[in-house]
């Protein structure tokens, strides 16, 4: 029996969506977003509605062909530390994704969206493993003050198809293998896989390199002036270092190829934006070498941010000791929910409930 599955992928500057017939494309679309169309957004519903909207006008256009479907996948949002694997979508999950309780990011109106559509067609309704899929141990978990602890939010999707690529190219299994992949598109996360599990990593959010988009990591002394001036409420704050930070404070942009391009045609403030990039990625990529006690098969880069080959030479001048740089541009994260559903399906999986 073939099974028909409706994925979907909320990105912080994209949307997209895919229909499957087992690992075969019915099709598949990638919906970029401006800065001026996201601009405008501040709350989760403002948020919801606008993927809403982007998601039923490319569904409108396939019509019939959505007419029995078996199974709605979306990547997980900011929920409490899971285990990976597929979860149904809950209520209970629905308010904490609402209401930030564990984290804002865009991602966090999927599993919403995919909910009204599994209502639609009177279908399960599923996360896969979640961007917080937690296999960190207790010694990566230590942030340097009593009462926070380090998290885990990765690109869990795309860290763990890139590392599978790799080793398929390496010729080995993912549960022998030891990478170092850093996803590197509209957020970045750099993550030590040992043996088949990330076992630490940049939390997509509040940690490592800047994006086109989010600060990173920032000096405190400063962070903590910013906070208590009194001249930025929590939301603009949050606006700040979440969406107008990164790439975006610097050049008032955060399409990486009009930077790219704008460091050909000789902008010397894009190159060195760009080179610091590269610089941090870099620092990050070796400080998971640390993790894994130097024992490195691959470092692997994927995201469209690999598209920018100032970005990458960087990486490449300042990593290329530890181990083979294998890149793969192309992010494969419908795919990976794809599979997941299919093992749902052929009850290789059980689905888990959020509590």
């Known amino acids: 029996m ?3 599955i409706l994925v979907i992928n909320i990105g912080s500057t994209s949307t997209k969506i895919g229909l499957f017939s087992d690992e075969a494309v019915v099709f598949k679309e990638t919906v970029d977003h401006t800065a001026k169309d996201l601009s405008p957004l501040h709350e989760y519903d403002g948020w919801l509605q606008f993927h809403w909207m982007v998601v039923e006008k490319v ?37 904490d994704l609402r209401f930030g309780q564990y984290g804002w990011h865009p991602c966090n109106v999927g599993p919403a969206i995919a909910d009204m559509l599994g209502k639609r067609f009177v279908v399960r309704a599923i996360i896969y493993d979640s961007p917080v899929a937690d296999e960190m141990g207790p010694l990566a978990r230590i942030s340097g003050l009593k009462g926070i602890e380090r998290k ?42 040992e043996h088949g599990r990330i076992i630490d990593g940049t939390h997509g959010l509040s940690e490592g390199p800047f994006t086109p988009q989010r600060t990173g990591a920032l000096p405190l002394q400063e962070v903590l002036g910013f906070c208590g001036s009194g001249r930025f409420s929590k939301e603009e704050l949050d606006r700040r270092f979440f969406s107008q930070g990164g790439v975006h404070s610097y050049l008032g942009t955060h399409d990486m190829a009009a930077v790219e391009q704008s460091a050909l ?28 006690n130097g024992s490195v098969d691959a470092v692997v880069l994927t995201g469209k941010v690999c598209l920018a ?34 093992a749902v399906l052929r009850n290789q999986e059980s689905v888990k409930e959020y509590t």
Request: proline share 2%.
């Open 152 to 193: 885990a939010a990765f690109h869990v999707l795309s860290q763990k198809s890139a590392a599978r690529k790799a080793t398929q190219e390496l010729g080995i299994q993912y549960a022998q293998g030891d990478f170092i992949v850093a996803h590197l598109g509209g957020g970045i996360t750099i993550c030590a896989h």
């Open 309 to 342: 080959k100032t970005v990458v030479t960087e990486i490449r001048h300042r990593t290329s000791f530890l181990a083979p740089i294998l890149i793969y541009p192309k992010e494969d994260e419908l795919e990976s929910l794809v599979r997941g559903g299919l």
């Open 2 to 4: 073939m099974h028909l």
């Open 59 to 95: 569904l409108k256009k396939h019509g019939d062909i959505l007419e029995g479907v078996h199974l709605i996948v979306s990547r997980g949002g900011l929920t409490k530390p899971i285990e990976g694997g597929a979860y149904l979508i809950n209520d209970a999950m629905l308010q």
């Open 265 to 292: 045609d000789g902008n010397e403030e894009a190159t060195l934006v760009l080179m610091a990039m590269g610089y941090q990625i870099s620092k990050e990529i070796c400080s998971m070498a640390a993790v894994l």
